[in-house]
Structure formats: structure tokens, C-alpha cells
Nanobody, 119 residues
Framework: QVQLQESGGGLVQAGGSLRLSCVAS????????MGWYRQVPGKEREFVTG????????YYGSSAQGRFTISRDNVNNTVYLQMNSLKVDDTAVYYC????????????WGQGIQVTVSS
């Protein structure tokens, strides 16, 4: 079992930046692929980005490409999501996710954190 706790969300103006953090506990952090999803009311949860166990490879959804960066610190059991050039459409609840592989990254979830981008 892995427990995930997000932080760093909040309100930001369009064009601004925000960095989300997710601290994992309960199992060996480096044994899990990590990632971020987001969801707005009435829509399905959307893949944002993922990173492999060692951090050597990252993947981005189309909405994040070129603006967001995922990284991880296997010493401090933390994965980060740096979000730049934020748009109003980025407003959502962001969820940290973990799993044995990128394909099964949605096995464990954080509780989610709100990100609101104002115009």
C-alpha cells in the first residue's frame, strides 16, 4: 500500500506558475512509476504526465506538453509537477498517482488538490 499526499495547489492568475508536490509513504518510492492526473466536474479524469521509477523517462498529455514538467526525488519520496504558463482551462483538481508501471500508474491515488487559474 502506498499513501500519497499532494500539496502546493491554490489560486493563480493566467500566465503564472505553480508547483505541486506529492509525498509518498508506505512502500519503497523508487519501486513505483508516478504521475499526475486532473479532473473537472462532469468530466473524466485526464492524464497529465507520468515518470518512470528512475526518472529517466517522462510522458506528457497534450494539455501539458511544453508547459508542465514532472520530476521526482527518490531520496525524499516526492514527485513534483511544475506548471508554467497556466491557462484558465488548467483549473481542476489534480491527483497524484502511483503504480508498478506507467501503464498501471493509477493503482494508488492521492486525495487531490485544487488548482484554480483566474483570468
Amino acid at each position: 500500500q502506498v499513501q500519497l499526499q499532494e500539496s502546493g495547489g491554490g489560486l493563480v492568475q493566467a500566465g503564472g506558475s505553480l508547483r505541486l508536490s506529492c509525498v509518498a509513504s508506505g512502500r519503497t518510492f523508487s519501486g513505483y512509476a508516478m504521475g499526475w492526473y486532473r479532473q473537472v466536474p462532469g468530466k473524466e479524469r485526464e492524464f497529465v504526465t507520468g515518470i518512470t521509477k528512475t526518472g529517466s523517462t517522462t510522458y506528457y498529455g497534450s494539455s501539458a506538453q511544453g508547459r508542465f514538467t514532472i520530476s521526482r526525488d527518490n531520496v525524499n519520496n516526492t514527485v513534483y509537477l511544475q506548471m508554467n504558463s497556466l491557462k484558465v482551462d488548467d483549473t481542476a483538481v489534480y491527483y497524484c498517482a502511483a503504480g508498478p508501471t506507467l501503464a498501471t500508474m493509477n493503482r494508488y491515488w492521492g486525495q487531490g488538490i485544487q488548482v484554480t487559474v483566474s483570468s
